[in-house]
């Protein structure tokens, strides 16, 4: 969890409202739960936020706990105590919750019905919501739509082009590579975030296996 946090978070016009809100909602002791969603759906840093918030709440002393939402069901359903454990952490990281509307089960229902308990307990819960904003009110079944959104919301904006570039010149910068025409092509391809570090990763690569491919053959030249 140390591995990703603010430090090597980009901030930038798209995401510092939601960063702000996160911070201000950690600091907080009397805000238990927080949503954290995006415009877009997913790919552009909700999973990052949320473990750069948990990162600062573990180095105040709190127990942070993340599950993503399938592996909770899956473990939840195999173990009865797991729950009961769970509802007295100190933070819950509850990662693409929207899992749990595509499997309405009995196991399901525990799930949100140990969230109501942790609200009640003065527990934080942190949720992400790999759903877009626009689709949100139709994608989430009641009554979970307003046990979710009763509290603190945390919206990611859309990326714009300034966003992607800013984003772009840091994750370079740690590739090691040069800003080109291919990086640009690749800004403008990119949906989101998440695509935009996997095309630059990939480009870093393919230059790096190039760079060694010259070198091999001067050496062999020489």
Known sequence: ????????????????????????FIADPTSVQMVIDSHSGNGDGMTHLMMSLADELISTGFKVVRYPAYK??????????????????????LDDINFLFDKPTAVSADIFNMLVARNGA?????CAVA?????????????????????????L????????FRITMVKIE?????????????IE???????????L?????????????LAEAKRQDD
């Open 189 to 199: 391809q990119a949906g989101n975030i998440r695509e935009l570090e996997g095309k």
């Open 201 to 213: 990763t990939r480009y870093a690569v393919l230059q790096n296996i190039q760079r060694y491919s």
């Open 1 to 24: 969890m140390k591995d990703v946090n603010f430090s090597n978070f980009v901030t930038a016009d798209y995401n510092c409202s939601a960063i702000d809100i996160g911070r201000k």
């Open 72 to 93: 909770l069901l899956n473990e939840a359903a195999s173990d009865a105590n797991l729950l009961g454990q769970l509802q007295g952490i100190d933070c819950l990281l």
């Open 131 to 155: 759903i877009a904003a626009s689709d949100i009110g139709n994608a989430i079944p009641q009554p979970y739509l307003g046990l979710l959104y009763s509290a603190t919301v945390c919206r």
């Open 174 to 186: 740690s590739l090691g590579i040069s800003f080109d025409t291919s990086v640009e092509e690749i």
């Open 122 to 126: 003065g527990k934080k819960t942190i």
């Open 157 to 164: 904006g859309t990326p714009t082009r300034a966003d992607k």
